[in-house]
Every structure is written in C-alpha cells, then in structure tokens.
C-alpha cells in the first residue's frame, strides 16, 4: 500500500511494510548476514548492484529497509538511513559531509558527545566548529565563515530545552551555500518536521521517542534529496555503523505507537512543569509548554505539541539535586529519555559530565539542573514521587 498520502498514525503503522511472500502483517526479522544472488532467469533486477536486489546486511537489509521508508516518510524526506546508533548518525552525517579545512557551527548545549567528536577528535582531521546559542539567531550569522558547510541544531535541545528557529537557520545556512542539520531527537517527527521548515537532514538517537521503549540503542538520519541520502548511506555502508535487523524490528514494533505516547506523556509534563513551578523548592523550570520559557512562541510556531522533556533547578543547587536524585522512587534515575517509563538524570555529573565546566555554564546546563523524562504512567503517581522527593530537600 502506498501510504505517501496518508495521515501521520497511518504512516506510523504501515508505512514500508514490503510485501511478504506469507502477507505477514508485520515485517519479520530477516535475520541473515547475507544474500544468494539470485540468477538472471529470475529477474535481472535479482542481480548484484542493482537496484532492490539485497546483498549483504550492511549495505541493506529488509527489515532495516522496512523501518528506514517508515521514517522517512514520517519526516517527509526522500530517504532514510539507519544506523546502530544516534551517535552513529551524528557520526555519519560529519564524516559524509565534513572536509578537511570545513567548519562546522552548531548549538552549544547539543548532546554532549555530538560535541565532544567534534571538537576532540573531527578537529584532529582539520574540521574546526564553533558552539554557540542558536537560540539567538544573531550568534548563529555571527558565527557563519566562508568556510562552514555545515550548521548543526538540536532544538530542543538536550538538556537546555533551548529551541531554535529551524526556517530562519535554514536560511542563513543556505545563504552561506552551507546544509542545515537538525537533530529531532527531542520533539520526534510526531511535533516537528525539520525538512518541511527548511532543513536539509534530519537525524535521530531512535534509542529515545521513535523506540519509545528503552530496550534498543539505535539512529536515524532522514535526507531530503536523493543526492544527499546517496552521500549518507554510501559513507555508512563504509564505516559500517549499520542497524542490525533485530534493532530494526524492535524499533518498528515501538514506532507504531509514537503518537500515542508522545501525546499521553506531553499530556502530563503540562502538569508537572507548573506544578514544579509553584514549588517553593524549585528555582526555575524549563519547559517549552509554559509562558516562562524564552522561546515558548517560536516553539508553538514551529512544533505541533510541547513534549514531555522538563529540565529545572532546585533552590538548594546540587546538593538539593542529589537528595532528589536519591528520593524518587517511582522515577529511574538514569541517563536516556522518550520511554514510556519516567527517567530523572543529572545531565552535569551524568550526559554532560565529558563537557568543561565552563563550557557547560554558558550552555546553561547549571550544575543543579534536573531533567525529568516524564513517562506515560499516571500523572497522579508523577506527582506524588516528586512531592516526596522534593520535600527532603528543604533544608539543604
Ligand atoms: N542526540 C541527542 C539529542 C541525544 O539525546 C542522544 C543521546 C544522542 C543524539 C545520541 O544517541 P545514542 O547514540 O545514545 O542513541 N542522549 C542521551 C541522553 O540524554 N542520555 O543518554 C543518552
């Protein structure tokens, strides 16, 4: 069926599903490393190099394929690529992309490690990058070199939930003859779609929303032409960062109901930010569906819903943070996010421990911060374990 012209949910629960000699619903594992050429009697498109014709599992797979059209079509891209990682994206797409002598300008508060293989090991190949708040659109043209071929946003980003504007760095990147590389881990394709707003690729740690289970590490990288999608997948079946099918299946089955979490989880962190706000323990909060966040307007522009990431910093600093982190009972703490379980972490000593202090200040990953991963249990529940918790801190 082709479901190209059909809404998100009917998207997320067909799309890419390839037709299967025993009409199986799902796509099974195809669980082999490798592929018999098939002889020319029975299709010459069988043969190998040819388009459609499977060879060996890290050039294609079936049932990676199968989940590779499912996003692509979600993020309405030309193709997709999946990797064994997010980081193995993140990887994918500088390696594919970067050249010696390039420079690359991206989001200060990106994922750690996104900016950790940039500055401590891309720059050993002469790539050099500048991180700054994107947030501000005037550090991002700033920051723009005749040289920089890449502009590289997380928005929002992790864990700062800062939000930038996906149209406006689309066009100072192209003004620049530069791509423009989003990084939709935090919204999920269900609230926000880079390539319509101008972006050039998509990536995703599938580890988080698209899994949406916490039992599978995985990536994604969404292409909007051909060309670029050629350039991606010719660079990854090189370094051989591919999904295995397992992966691919695991992910498939998660992704299906994307929506449904995403929607039940954001229902509740509507909940949760004001009710942390109003805490007398709580110092700030930072969630994108309250009037408070600096870029709560641009974030209803350009995304379709608020998600269900809070960070917030208690008045009694890291201290406090660690009583917390120690009292929750119901909350994993532990790194991750986008389950269907919530996770509270400590992104200073925990995601962004790889990052220099100072760096991590201007980024505005406080060392007291808390990121809450709220998950789709009941919202009362929620409440009630972070009631608990904060109530140890008075007096910290
Ligand atoms: N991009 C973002 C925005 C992420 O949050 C992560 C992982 C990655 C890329 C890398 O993906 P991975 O290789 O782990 O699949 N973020 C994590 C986090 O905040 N805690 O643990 C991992």
Same mark, same amino acid.
């Given at each position: 069926?082709?479901?190209?012209?059909?809404?998100? =949910? $009917? +998207? !997320? *629960?067909?799309?890419?599903? @390839?037709?299967?000699?025993?009409? /199986? #619903?799902?796509?099974?594992?195809?669980?082999?490393?490798?592929?018999?050429?098939?002889?020319?009697?029975?299709?010459?498109?069988?043969?190998?190099?040819?388009?459609?014709?499977?060879?060996?599992?890290?050039?294609?797979?079936?049932?990676?394929?199968?989940?590779?059209?499912?996003?692509?079509?979600?993020?309405?891209?030309?193709?997709?690529?999946?990797?064994?990682?997010?980081?193995?994206?993140?990887?994918?797409?500088?390696?594919?992309?970067?050249?010696?002598?390039?420079?690359?300008?991206?989001?200060?508060?990106?994922?750690?490690?996104?900016?950790?293989?940039?500055?401590?090991?891309?720059?050993?190949?002469?790539?050099?990058?500048?991180?700054?708040?994107?947030?501000?659109?005037?550090?991002?043209?700033?920051?723009?070199?005749? =040289? $920089? +071929? !890449? *502009?590289?946003?997380?928005? @929002?980003?992790?864990?700062?939930? /800062? #939000?930038?504007?996906?149209?406006?760095?689309?066009?100072?990147?192209?003004?620049?003859?530069?791509?423009?590389?989003?990084?939709?881990?935090?919204?999920?394709?269900?609230?926000?779609?880079?390539?319509?707003?101008?972006?050039?690729?998509?990536?995703?740690?599938?580890?988080?929303?698209?899994?949406?289970?916490?039992?599978?590490?995985?990536?994604?990288?969404?292409?909007?032409?051909?060309?670029?999608?050629?350039?991606?997948?010719?660079?990854?079946?090189?370094?051989?960062?591919?999904?295995?099918?397992?992966?691919?299946?695991?992910?498939?089955?998660?992704?299906?109901?994307?929506?449904?979490?995403?929607?039940?989880?954001?229902?509740?962190?509507?909940?949760?930010?004001?009710?942390?706000?109003?805490?007398?323990?709580?110092?700030?909060?930072?969630?994108?569906?309250?009037?408070?966040? @600096?870029?709560?307007?641009?974030?209803?522009?350009?995304?379709?819903?608020?998600?269900?990431?809070?960070?917030?910093?208690?008045?009694?600093?890291?201290?406090?943070?660690?009583?917390?982190?120690?009292?929750?009972?119901?909350?994993?703490?532990?790194?991750?996010?986008?389950?269907?379980?919530?996770?509270?972490?400590?992104?200073?000593?925990?995601?962004?421990?790889?990052?220099?202090?100072?760096?991590?200040?201007?980024?505005?990953?406080?060392?007291?911060?808390?990121?809450?991963?709220?998950?789709?249990?009941?919202?009362?529940?929620?409440?009630?374990?972070?009631?608990?918790?904060?109530?140890?801190?008075?007096?910290?």
């Amino acid at each position: 069926m082709d479901t190209r012209s059909c809404g998100f =949910n $009917t +998207k !997320l *629960v067909h799309a890419g599903i @390839p037709d299967d000699a025993h009409g /199986s #619903v799902v796509t099974p594992i195809y669980q082999t490393s490798t592929f018999a050429f098939r002889d020319a009697q029975q299709g010459a498109n069988r043969f190998a190099g040819t388009e459609g014709g499977y060879i060996y599992t890290r050039i294609g797979n079936p049932t990676t394929v199968a989940l590779e059209e499912n996003v692509a079509q979600l993020e309405n891209g030309f193709g997709a690529t999946a990797m064994a990682s997010g980081m193995g994206a993140v990887s994918t797409v500088y390696l594919a992309l970067l050249s010696a002598g390039d420079h690359i300008v991206s989001t200060d508060s990106v994922y750690g490690p996104s900016r950790g293989l940039m500055e401590k090991h891309m720059s050993r190949f002469g790539v050099a990058s500048s991180y700054v708040d994107t947030s501000d659109l005037a550090n991002l043209r700033a920051a723009m070199r005749p =040289n $920089t +071929k !890449l *502009v590289y946003i997380e928005t @929002p980003s992790n864990p700062a939930m /800062s #939000v930038t504007d996906i149209a406006a760095a689309a066009e100072i990147a192209h003004a620049a003859g530069a791509l423009l590389v989003v990084d939709n881990t935090f919204a999920s394709p269900h609230l926000q779609k880079p390539l319509d707003l101008g972006a050039d690729l998509v990536l995703h740690s599938v580890t988080k929303f698209i899994n949406g289970h916490a039992d599978v590490v995985g990536g994604i990288v969404v292409s909007k032409t051909e060309a670029l999608h050629k350039q991606i997948r010719a660079m990854l079946i090189n370094l051989g960062a591919n999904m295995d099918p397992h992966q691919a299946y695991l992910v498939s089955r998660g992704l299906k109901t994307l929506a449904l979490r995403v929607e039940r989880a954001e229902q509740s962190a509507r909940l949760v930010a004001p009710w942390l706000e109003a805490r007398p323990e709580v110092a700030w909060v930072r969630y994108i569906g309250l009037p408070s966040h @600096p870029q709560h307007a641009l974030a209803g522009r350009q995304m379709t819903g608020y998600g269900s990431m809070i960070a917030f910093e208690l008045k009694g600093g890291t201290e406090a943070g660690r009583i917390v982190m120690d009292s929750v009972k119901l909350a994993g703490l532990a790194v991750s996010l986008g389950g269907v379980e919530t996770l509270i972490s400590h992104p200073a000593s925990m995601t962004h421990a790889g990052m220099a202090r100072e760096n991590r200040l201007a980024a505005g990953i406080t060392d007291g911060l808390v990121r809450l991963s709220i998950g789709i249990e009941d919202v009362e529940d929620i409440l009630a374990d972070l009631d608990q918790a904060l109530r140890r801190t008075v007096g910290a």
